[in-house]
C-alpha cells in the first residue's frame, strides 16, 4: 500500500523542501521524494513493532525519554 499526498499537499512538501534546500540538502531531498512518491506503508513499522525492538512491555507508558532513544 502506498499514501500519496494530493495536490496541494503535495506542493507544501516541495516549497519546504526548496526553503531547506540550501540549509539541510538531504532533508531537502527527502522532503521532494515524498511529495513525488508519497510513501510505501509496507515497509514501516507499527508501535507494537518499535516497543518490542525496544524492550517495552505492552503496558509500559511512553516517556519523552523513551520516545526520542
Known amino acids: 500500500m502506498r499514501m ?6 503535495a506542493e507544501g512538501l ?6 531547506a534546500a540550501l540549509e ?5 531531498y527527502v522532503l521532494a521524494d515524498l511529495a513525488d512518491r ?3 506503508l509496507n515497509g514501516c513499522r507499527t508501535w507494537d513493532d ?3 525492538e525496544r524492550g517495552l ?11 526520542v532513544a
Open 4 to 9: 500519496v499526498f494530493d495536490p496541494t499537499e
Open 14 to 19: 516541495r516549497a519546504t523542501a526548496r526553503d
Open 24 to 28: 539541510d540538502p538531504t532533508l531537502a
Open 38 to 40: 508519497g510513501i510505501d
Open 50 to 52: 518499535i516497543k518490542v
Open 57 to 67: 512491555a505492552e503496558d509500559t507508558p511512553v516517556t519523552g525519554e523513551q520516545r
